[in-house]
T-cell receptor, first 111, second 116 residues
Framework: LAKTTQPISMDSYEGQEVNITCSHNNIATNDYITWYQQFPSQGPRFIIQ???TKVTNEVASLFIPADRKSSTLSLPRVSLSDTAVYYCLVAGMDSSYKLIFGSGTRLLVRP | NAGVTQTPKFQVLKTGQSMTLQCAQDMNHNSMYWYRQDPGMGLRLIYY???????DKGEVPNGYNVSRLNKREFSLRLESAAPSQTSVYFC???????????????FGQGTRLTVV
């Protein structure tokens, strides 16, 4: 299973763009990259999924370089409500879709 | 539309007692998962079921058993609870599909279990 590595924590201020990078050097050909958000006392919530290049939705953008060994979650103009833990996962057909969460990145957004 | 429902929401057990955590989903998903989350830590996969009738161990299966009762329900059993099993337990479901998998999992609200 591809292991992921993320920064333990990040700080930002309201209105700034936040980029969280995840390393997944052993990603398999059929694996997809998925990001989740978790607030205290809640289960994780899906944010975005991608395979290569760039994916954008109403919440975030996901940038994946050609070698797919890393990915960057971009949160535009964060607000206090974006304070949460963000998890990067790598999963797909080769891993039987086992969803393995790492330790995540704790993002603190300050006023 | 309830999504993923876990029962109970809270439970206190004495060491050595047994209990079953229940999980049901109404999204017709094939895959279901059980995770535990210790304070300040990430989620760790206990068991998962890729489809009805199949179960497989995750990262931390020791001390747990599971049953995929049908497509909707996936239960987690602690046969002899230990203080080390004090945690928040999350159930999730997803619908991975072929060459373009959907790795979007939907989570329940969690069960807070304390073993004293």
């Amino acid at each position: 299973l591809a292991k992921t590595t993320q920064p333990i924590s990040m700080d930002s201020y309201e209105g700034q763009e936040v980029n969280i990078t995840c390393s997944h050097n052993n990603i398999a050909t059929n694996d997809y990259i998925t990001w989740y958000q978790q607030f205290p006392s809640q289960g994780p919530r899906f944010i975005i999924q991608g395979y290569k290049t760039k994916v954008t939705n109403e919440v975030a953008s996901l940038f994946i370089p050609a070698d797919r060994k890393s990915s960057t979650l971009s949160l535009p103009r964060v607000s206090l409500s974006d304070t949460a833990v963000y998890y990067c996962l790598v999963a797909g057909m080769d891993s039987s879709y086992k969803l393995i969460f790492g330790s995540g990145t704790r993002l603190l957004v300050r006023p | 539309n309830a999504g993923v429902t876990q029962t109970p929401k809270f439970q206190v057990l004495k060491t050595g007692q047994s209990m079953t955590l229940q999980c049901a989903q109404d999204m017709n998903h094939n895959s279901m998962y059980w995770y535990r989350q210790d304070p300040g830590m990430g989620l760790r996969l206990i068991y998962y079921s890729a489809s009805e009738g199949t179960t497989d161990k995750g990262e931390v299966p020791n001390g747990y058993n599971v049953s995929r009762l049908n497509k909707r329900e996936f239960s987690l059993r602690l046969e002899s609870a230990a203080p080390s099993q004090t945690s928040v337990y999350f159930c999730a479901s997803s619908e991975p599909t072929g060459r373009h998998p959907n790795t979007e999992a939907f989570f329940g609200q969690g069960t807070r279990l304390t073993v004293v």
